[in-house]
Each structure stands twice: as C-alpha cells, then as structure tokens.
C-alpha cells in the first residue's frame, strides 16, 4: 500500500500545507513537487488502489481547468475538441473583451490553431 505521502505527492504541482487532522503526529508538512513522470503518477496511484483521472487518459498532461491560463497548448486543445461550445464561448469572450485569457498573452485561436 502506498504511502499518504507518496499519494499526495503524485498529484502536487504547488507547495501545500496538511493540516494535521490528516496526519495525526504531523503538525505541519510543507511539500513541494515538480511533475512528476507519468509512469510515476501511474504506479502510485495503482499502488494506493486508485485510478488515473480521465483528463490523463484523453491526453491532458496536467489536470486544470478546461481553459486554464496556465495551460499547455495540448490540453487547450483537448478543451476546445471536448467542450466545444465552451471553447467558442471563451473565443467570443476574448473577441468582446480585447483580453486574452492565457498567460502567454495569446488568444486561445492563435494558441491552439482552432477557430
């Protein structure tokens, strides 16, 4: 059985703080996490009995938000091919605003080729 460290640290990407109703004779543990491979991610989870989310399975490389600003170009593209109404929603809301809606600056056409 995995650990609740190993757990966690499968699925952090920023620095947390476990309470310590969660970890009884923790008080306080600060975690922090790069990506981890997803041969990684895979085995913890299999290990503590659980299942990859399914953003991971239909090729997201981190789960977010559909239209995360800080989102890879190949998870708005996911987005925008499995919401795309939302997608247009974002496009027009990006059109009637002037702003663009992702760090990059870019507007969510340019970034992902869909118009």
């Avoid at 922090?32 to 290990?47: D, F, G, I, T």
């Avoid at 299942?51 to 987005?79: K, M, P, W």
């Avoid at 809606?101 to 870019?106: C, E, F, N, Y």
Wanted: with cysteine; proline share 3%; glycine share 6%.
């Amino acid at each position: 059985m995995a650990s609740l460290t190993s757990v966690l640290q499968t699925f952090l990407c920023f620095p947390i703080v476990i309470s310590s109703l969660l970890v009884p004779r923790i008080t306080r543990v600060r975690f922090w996490k790069s990506s981890l491979e997803h041969y990684q991610v895979k085995r913890n989870l299999a290990a503590a009995g659980q299942q990859l989310h399914s953003a991971y399975t239909t090729g997201n490389e981190r789960l977010s938000c559909v239209f995360c600003v800080f989102a890879r170009r190949g998870d708005l593209i996911n987005g925008a091919r499995q919401h795309p109404e939302l997608y247009r929603e974002h496009v027009e809301l990006e059109r009637e605003t002037g702003y663009t809606l992702h760090m990059s600056q870019r507007s969510l056409p340019e970034i992902t080729g869909i118009k």
